[in-house]
Each structure stands twice: as structure tokens, then as C-alpha cells.
């Protein structure tokens, strides 16, 4: 699983639904699980410009945003939405809500161009660095997943692929593929995001997310 600001840098709005990311061992819903009153009282992102560099990235980031290399993903944080541009070179727009907790909690919310459906999404991210107003200037995400990754070549009980845990955290719904889950309560998916970083922490991680500046160039 990529980071969290490598996956939504990336333009992933939209791809939940064209890739079935409901089908990877996601906690995914269709009805947001937080509101902006989740967030309160809980430091929130800087706003302005974020990158997300990969490891060995040669990036200048004095210069605007649009001439970094592929290796620097960027995102602009304002008025609790992500914009940036996607690998089509199309704007995206992804709204999200960064719930207080231990671990934290982003909510993305994606949606298929046009009038189609929503889904959210869920993030566990650690802030590494607060500016002097207390605002996240640095964090680390991962992906909140239903639970441990199923072995390699898992099957159903009708023998095609599964793709979903096969011990799913306190608290997460299988869907009736066994390929994703939803979260019960609030604080099933809390325990879900604490979990699902030991998950990811078996490959090494790149750089942390971090503000830039302000503005959104």
C-alpha cells in the first residue's frame, strides 16, 4: 500500500470505483463516518501546498509545483479539500475529514466524474510536526484495512480469489465478497487504523508528507 500522500497525490479520486477498491482489503463506505465535528478541538492540516517525494527524488522545491517531477507528488490543502492533478492531467478535488483520535482518522471522500456515487475512504495518519500555531506541518498515513492482508492465492468458499482478511479486526463487516469491510461504530474503525499500521511497517516508508508554503503553486 502506498502512503497516504503518495495515494491521494496520485489523483486516486475517481479510482476507488474504476479500480473496485472495495475489493482489496479496504475498509470502504458508502455514507460518510465522520462529519466536521469529529475534527473538533483536534489540531487540523496547514493550508497551502504539501509534497509527498519518494525516496532518491531530485525535486527543487522552490520552484512551482507544476515543474516537479513525477517523483514529488503534490497536493493543495484548503477549506478541508485536497486539489492537485491527477496522472490524466485532469484537476481533482477530494473533500476530507481529519477526525480526532488516537490514531487520527482522514475520511476521503471519492466520486465517480460526474453525478456518480460516493465512497469513503479511511486514512490513519501520525503528525510528525506542528507549526507554532499547532497546526500539522508533517505526518505519515496508511490505509485503514479490514485486517492482516490474506495469504497469498486466498480462496472462498466458491473458490474464486479472495481478496479480503481472513481475520477481520474488532468491530469490521465483510461485504459478501470477502473482499472489503465497513466499520460498525466509530471506534471499530479507530481500532482498525491503530491496527492496519503494523501492516505497512513491514516495507520500508519514503519520506513523510509535509507543507511546503502557502498558496497553491
Do not use: H
Not at 52 to 73: I, R
Not at 156 to 170: I, K, M, V
Amino acid at each position: 500500500m502506498r502512503r497516504l500522500g503518495q495515494w491521494v497525490l496520485r489523483g486516486a479520486a475517481g479510482l476507488a470505483l474504476a479500480a473496485g477498491l472495495s475489493a482489496c482489503n479496504l475498509v470502504i463506505t458508502t455514507e460518510p463516518t465522520y462529519t466536521a465535528a469529529d475534527a473538533a478541538g483536534a489540531p487540523a492540516m496547514k493550508d497551502g501546498l504539501w509534497v509527498s517525494v519518494e525516496k532518491g527524488c531530485d525535486v527543487d522545491l522552490k520552484k512551482p509545483a507544476t515543474e516537479w517531477p513525477e517523483c514529488a507528488g503534490w497536493i493543495v490543502v484548503k477549506d478541508g479539500a485536497m486539489t492537485g492533478v491527477g496522472d490524466d492531467g485532469q484537476p481533482f478535488k477530494v473533500p476530507f475529514v481529519l477526525a480526532a483520535g488516537d490514531p487520527r482518522v482522514m475520511q476521503i471522500e471519492l466520486q465517480e466524474k460526474g453525478d456518480g456515487p460516493k465512497l469513503f475512504m479511511y486514512i490513519g495518519v501520525k503528525p510528525v510536526k506542528s507549526d507554532g500555531e499547532g497546526r500539522i506541518i508533517e505526518y505519515t498515513g496508511w490505509i485503514v484495512q479490514c485486517g492482516p492482508p490474506p495469504p497469498k492465492d486466498s480462496k472462498r468458499e466458491d473458490g474464486q480469489p479472495r481478496f479480503g482478511t481472513l481475520e477481520p479486526s474488532p468491530g469490521m463487516v465483510m461485504d459478501e465478497q470477502q473482499s472489503g469491510c465497513t466499520p460498525s461504530s466509530k471506534a471499530a474503525l479507530t481500532g482498525a487504523a491503530k491496527l492496519s499500521e503494523r501492516y505497512e511497517l513491514s516495507e520500508p516508508r519514503g519520506e513523510a508528507t509535509r507543507w511546503v508554503r502557502d498558496g497553491d503553486k
